[in-house]
T-cell receptor
Framework: GQQLNQSPQSMFIQEGEDVSMNCTSSSIFNTWLWYKQDPGEGPVLLIALYKAGELTSNGRLTAQFGITRKDSFLNISASIPSDVGIYFCAGANTGTASKLTFGTGTRLQVTL | GAVVSQHPSWVICKSGTSVKIECRSLDFQATTMFWYRQFPKQSLMLMATSNEGSKATYEQGVEKDKFLINHASLTLSTLTVTSAHPEDSSFYIC??????????FGQGTRLTVV
């Protein structure tokens, strides 16, 4: 099945640093979502974006829905150790009842 | 937030046996649930869409006779891996769609076939 490309694949950062990751698709989506997955757990929704160009924040997280509807960005400010995990973007289209296409994932590790 | 519960969290079975995994939406009714499979260090890949009261829709390359899905009620979908083999070992995750069209994920089931 189709997958969305995420970059970077992994990153090591120091506590307090800001983090940026992005997600690109060859096709258009009407909804972009960002999830975090801890080891051995299911994904947990962080931010949902429903409109092209939309910029949405959730605490230290900010995500943007690209104007072309083929990409999205996630920023984490002032990272803390509990930000460690795998971040997945996902795209969905209206009428597909949340049938999601997931990105390849970005593994984040935060050092003290 | 809404809660989706999967059971069991992990299971080890012998090659050739069948394993059933349950996905329950605890505080909402879900007419649609999805089943995903995730191999180590990889992303989630959609296997099938489970619709209450009707047959599941399988993604290309997923064997419907091997991965039996039953969505008998608005709060329960089951995935049965039949005649499991070591290559079926994976992390299986379900999601349930709320009336507000948000997808909530279960905690996953780690299947190991020996």
């Amino acid at each position: 099945g189709q997958q969305l490309n995420q970059s970077p694949q992994s990153m090591f950062i120091q506590e307090g640093e800001d983090v940026s990751m992005n997600c690109t698709s060859s096709s258009i989506f009407n909804t972009w979502l960002w999830y975090k997955q801890d080891p051995g757990e299911g994904p947990v929704l962080l931010i949902a974006l429903y409109k092209a160009g939309e910029l949405t924040s959730n605490g230290r997280l900010t995500a943007q829905f690209g104007i072309t509807r083929k990409d999205s960005f996630l920023n984490i400010s002032a990272s803390i150790p509990s930000d460690v995990g795998i971040y997945f973007c996902a795209g969905a289209n209206t009428g597909t009842a949340s049938k999601l296409t997931f990105g390849t994932g970005t593994r984040l590790q935060v050092t003290l | 937030g809404a809660v989706v519960s999967q059971h069991p969290s992990w299971v080890i079975c012998k090659s050739g046996t069948s394993v059933k995994i349950e996905c329950r939406s605890l505080d909402f009714q879900a007419t649609t649930m999805f089943w995903y499979r995730q191999f180590p260090k990889q992303s989630l890949m959609l296997m099938a869409t489970s619709n209450e009261g009707s047959k599941a829709t399988y993604e290309q390359g997923v064997e419907k006779d091997k991965f039996l899905i039953n969505h008998a009620s608005l709060t329960l979908s089951t995935l049965t891996v039949t005649s499991a083999h070591p290559e079926d070992s994976s992390f299986y995750i379900c999601s349930a769609v709320s009336p507000g069209f948000e997808a909530f994920f279960g905690q996953g089931t780690r299947l190991t076939v020996v």
